[in-house]
């Protein structure tokens, strides 16, 4: 059974900082491109970053350049995602996504084009930024 189980989320002070975890299991890890989604309320879901396992490469939504930074340990099937300086907008419902491919596919496009292009999800942690 494929599972995506995110863990980290939290409320925090704007200028802080989380670390979500994404803990992959019943798929091979390294054939497959994982990272995150956000939804916030009333607002559709965005690809926020996105991690090819096999090599490494990591992309990001021009809104969290700079501030966020994924990562991952293949030897546990762990994604992490780290984030600073976090700002009220960042508040939101955080998914682990992934998808069948080496490459990071339609993460950043429109919000049903990316969501169809994702093989698994996981149920998402929320985030919450305080003023």
């Known amino acids: 059974e494929v599972q995506l189980v995110e863990s980290g989320g939290g409320l925090v002070q704007a200028g802080g900082s989380l670390r979500l975890s994404c803990a992959a299991s019943?798929?091979?890890?390294?054939?497959?491109?994982i990272g995150w989604f956000r939804q916030a309320p009333g607002k559709e879901r965005e690809g926020v970053s996105c991690i090819t396992t096999g090599d490494d490469n990591t992309y990001y939504a021009d809104s969290v350049k700079g501030r966020f930074t994924i990562s991952s340990d293949n030897a546990k099937n762990t994604v992490f995602l780290q984030m600073s300086a976090l700002k009220p907008e960042d508040t939101a419902k955080y998914y682990c996504?992934?998808?069948?491919?080496?490459?990071?596919?339609?993460?950043?496009?429109?919000?049903?084009?990316?969501?169809?292009?994702?093989?698994?999800w996981g149920k998402g942690t929320l985030v919450t930024v305080s003023s």
């Open positions: 996504a992934a998808q069948s491919s080496r490459a990071c596919y339609h993460w950043f496009d429109d919000a049903d084009e990316a969501y169809y292009a994702m093989d698994y």
């Open positions: 019943g798929f091979t890890f390294d054939d497959f491109a």
